[in-house]
């Protein structure tokens, strides 16, 4: 996440965040500030997603969305990412 045109953006996948996103991932991903534990998926959601920290692409692994390097989960931001923040043009 980088902070570009006053807003967060997401530079591997060419998407604004909106402040309720950010403030979200920026206090689990940047910040780790402890929180609940997240529900479990029972499916692997179609679109990739890249850690709000490190940039890495998350995988699927036991339930959760999340990075392989353990910096977080995106399970509770995967609606909201599809619905309001749609990436489709992937930085590879
Ligand atoms: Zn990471």
Do not use: W
């Amino acid at each position: 996440m980088i902070f570009k045109n006053s807003s967060m953006y997401c530079e591997r996948g060419n998407m604004l965040l909106t402040h309720t996103l950010f403030a979200r991932l920026n206090a689990r991903f940047i910040e780790r500030v402890p929180e609940e534990p997240l529900l479990q998926r029972t499916q692997n959601p179609r679109n990739r997603f890249f850690c709000p920290a490190c940039g890495q692409r998350l995988k699927f692994v036991g339930g959760y969305v999340q990075c392989p390097d353990g910096h977080g989960s995106i399970n509770d931001s995967i609606f909201d990412l599809n619905q309001l923040c749609p990436h489709d043009r992937v930085n590879d």
